[in-house]
């Protein structure tokens, strides 16, 4: 009896110890599974990091499980996304001639249900489709001695031209002193059939001593198609260049004149900008306010890669009217990938200093007949008056100098190049009157002596005498040659601000132990840092409530 109520003590304290243990692990495994649960509401509730901070990530509930009278309420707002409504195919093409000025969409797409041909064997007039792109914005002919890269055409009828009429292609060819033979198909509005002449030159946009003078490498070039007598009072719409007269093109340009009834005063043509990773934006306002001050009536630029900063300044510049940007691409296999394009140029010095001569070139035959002078000028120089404010007093000074010496009038007047180095700046500190961003008013002590005669300068180019231009001067010109005058510097200077000389510039420590101060730039002073201070305003660089301190 004894031994029977012991063993039911010992059974009794068992089956006690058994279900403490599993009270306990179902306890534990709730307390894991409320973790999960309230872990899981916790995920679902982050802010996504890429998302403005306002918008706050809903709850994802399954509909399907969502209690009927849960307090959780779904925002009813509307993404802010563009709704507008599909382009039309007129609209498309209206987009496309905005984005790729020189390809003649707006001819096709008028003509796209009109047989357009020589005959039934012989040019017919290329579908847009047909035609073969390279990078984006360049045309391609294949010839048997050499591939062209083409990028636009222009008419030029100035009265010093004496071919008469031309049609001017600018491209690229991979051979030197390339001697094939190829025809121009000109396509005019009402006419169904293409006229063909031969063209007439190939003229090198470079000289073979500078380099990269061997086959296979792009080279630029200007091909001329002089129109035919009867028909040199039309305008062509597009041309075609072909290695054989009859042959089917797969490229089609349209051909630019752009010519209004008056010409302005001066333009700014700039290559292609290549500043990815460098944020130049609060420099390039100073810039771009300054030359506006000055009398450039539009300022050109060519964008390759660019920061976002830098794209942000130019859109407010060219909704402002005072600003076009073109967008440019490297000509045939030549990389234009982010980052590697940049890391091409600056390791191809040769191929770089090719390549900007095409933009150049192109800004020129766009708008030589909108302006009397065209400038070519990199963001980081500028041309300055020294006894006037503006480049229309300068020129007025300089023609009668010029006529004086010679009665014809020059193709381009070069300004002497002089430094503003950012280590020159060792003097004085910071100006207190002036914002420490305005970097080219900041920076007044330049190297006393100027660069030699006919080194690094920079010109205003006569629109009526070029026939094609070199970062620094005209290479061929019309009527009676490149003939160039040298605007003296006591009437102007060229404004170099650069952190040192060139690197092709041997005597460059000579130049920075001997500099001088100079403070030309200050005539521009209070209307400089009131442009720039609200430009800046506008585009957002300050913060909000902050205020601009008065400069005097």
């Known amino acids: 009896m004894h031994r029977m109520n012991c063993f039911s003590v010992r059974k009794s304290m068992g089956s006690g110890r058994f279900i403490t243990r599993v009270v306990g692990l179902l306890l534990l495994w709730g307390l894991v599974i409320f973790v999960i649960i309230q872990l899981k509401k916790t995920l679902n509730e982050v802010y996504v990091p890429h998302v403005n901070n306002?918008?706050?990530?809903?709850?994802?509930?399954?509909?399907?499980?969502?209690?009927?009278?849960?307090?959780?309420?779904?925002?009813d707002e509307d993404p802010l996304i563009d709704k507008s409504p599909s382009l039309s195919e007129d609209m498309i093409v209206d987009d496309i001639q905005n984005r790729m000025p020189n390809f003649p969409i707006a001819y096709?797409?008028?003509?796209?249900?009109?047989?357009?041909?020589?005959?039934?064997?012989?040019?017919?007039?290329?579908?847009?489709?047909?035609?073969?792109?390279?990078?984006?914005?360049?045309?391609t002919l294949r010839t048997t001695n050499g591939t062209f890269q083409l990028l636009g055409a222009y008419l030029d009828t100035r009265p010093n031209n004496r071919l008469?009429?031309?049609?001017?292609?600018?491209?690229?060819?991979?051979?030197?002193?390339?001697?094939?033979?190829?025809?121009?198909?000109?396509?005019?509005?009402?006419?169904k059939e293409p006229v063909i002449v031969k063209s007439l030159e190939y003229k090198y946009i470079w000289y073979k001593s500078w380099g990269n003078y061997q086959q296979g490498i792009y080279q630029p070039y200007l091909i001329s198609c002089v129109i035919p007598d009867e028909y040199r009072d039309a305008v062509p719409e597009s041309i075609s260049l072909v290695e054989k007269a009859c042959d089917n093109s797969i490229n089609n340009l349209k051909v630019i004149y752009n010519k209004p009834k008056e010409k302005k005063d001066f333009a700014v043509c700039v290559k292609?900008?290549?500043?990815?990773?460098?944020?130049?934006?609060?420099?390039?306002?100073?810039?771009?306010?300054?030359?506006?001050?000055?009398?450039?009536?539009k300022i050109f630029l060519y964008e390759l890669q660019v920061h976002p900063n830098i794209s942000k300044v130019l859109k407010y510049y060219e909704k402002e009217g005072k600003v076009t940007v073109t967008p440019i691409t490297l000509a045939g296999g030549q990389p234009n990938g982010p980052s590697l394009q940049h890391l091409y140029l600056k390791k191809k010095t040769s191929h770089k200093r090719q390549s900007e001569l095409i933009p150049y070139n192109d800004c020129f035959y766009k708008h030589m007949y909108e302006y009397k002078y065209i400038v070519l000028l990199d963001i980081d120089e500028?041309?300055?008056?020294?006894?006037?404010?503006?480049?229309?007093?300068?020129?007025?000074?300089?023609l009668p100098k010029a006529l004086k010496i010679n009665k014809q009038e020059r193709a381009s007047y070069n300004v002497r190049n002089v430094y503003f180095l950012d280590n020159l700046q060792h003097n004085h500190d910071w100006f207190k009157e002036i914002p420490r961003h305005m970097h080219m008013l900041q920076h007044v002590y330049r190297t006393k002596n100027f660069t030699g005669p006919g080194a690094y300068v920079k010109c205003f180019h006569n629109t009526e005498r070029v026939l094609t231009l070199?970062?620094?001067?005209?290479?061929?010109?019309?009527?009676?040659?490149?003939?160039?005058?040298?605007?003296?510097?006591?009437?102007?200077?060229?404004?170099?601000?650069?952190?040192?000389c060139v690197k092709d510039l041997r005597s460059c420590e000579d130049f920075k132990n001997d500099s001088v101060m100079d403070l030309t730039l200050w005539n521009f002073k209070k209307p400089l840092i009131a442009r720039v201070s609200s430009a800046l305003r506008t585009l957002g660089y300050f913060p909000l409530g902050r205020k601009l301190k008065e400069h005097r």
């Open 54 to 75: 306002g918008l706050l990530l809903q709850r994802r509930l399954d509909p399907l499980t969502r209690s009927s009278d849960s307090t959780t309420e779904a925002i």
């Open 108 to 139: 096709w797409h008028k003509n796209k249900n009109t047989p357009m041909r020589f005959n039934s064997t012989c040019a017919r007039f290329p579908s847009i489709f047909d035609l073969e792109f390279n990078n984006i914005y360049w045309q």
């Open 164 to 191: 008469g009429p031309t049609v001017r292609i600018l491209g690229m060819l991979d051979r030197i002193e390339p001697t094939v033979l190829t025809y121009c198909q000109f396509w005019f509005d009402g006419k």
């Open 272 to 297: 292609g900008l290549d500043f990815l990773h460098e944020d130049l934006s609060v420099r390039l306002v100073e810039w771009i306010e300054l030359l506006n001050l000055l009398g450039a009536d």
């Open 382 to 398: 500028v041309i300055i008056p020294l006894n006037g404010t503006s480049w229309k007093e300068l020129m007025e000074q300089v």
């Open 470 to 500: 070199h970062n620094h001067f005209p290479l061929d010109c019309l009527a009676g040659g490149c003939t160039s005058y040298p605007i003296e510097t006591t009437d102007a200077q060229l404004q170099h601000y650069r952190a040192d």
